[in-house]
């Protein structure tokens, strides 16, 4: 089973730019769906977005859209993404997550099957 780390979580200011890093273990990452997720305390996690295996395709949940930016790097099993003009309302622990099944449009957390611990991102206005 792979695990996951995540790292990059820190206070910026809103309008400011952060990219979060998730470095996988395992030889079999390049055969994971990649996603994104994010939980603001008393609110349910978030879809944030997702990646297929090879890198060719992203999905964005709509809050971030533009804004968000989804990658990863097979050779080095890592993904990341890349928040741009961050919000108040970006606060949240973000996590990484593994799954097998791509589509396009908006993940539920059930669809994948490893999690990495978490990430703390908070934005000041």
């Known amino acids: 089973q792979v695990q996951l780390v995540e790292s990059g979580g820190r206070l910026v200011q809103a309008g400011g730019s952060l990219k979060l890093s998730c470095a996988a273990s395992?030889?079999?990452?390049?055969?994971?769906?990649v996603g994104w997720f994010r939980q603001a305390p008393g609110k349910e996690r978030e879809f944030v977005a997702a990646i297929d295996w090879g890198g060719s395709r992203t999905t964005y949940g709509d809050s971030v859209k533009g804004r968000f930016t989804i990658s990863r790097d097979n050779a080095k099993n890592t993904g990341s993404l890349q928040m741009n003009n961050l919000k108040p309302e970006d606060t949240a622990v973000y996590y990484c997550a593994v799954g097998y099944t791509w589509y396009s449009g908006s993940y539920s957390p059930g669809d994948f099957r490893s999690w990495g611990q978490g990430t703390q991102v908070t934005v000041s206005s």
């Open positions: 395992g030889r079999t990452f390049s055969s994971y769906v």
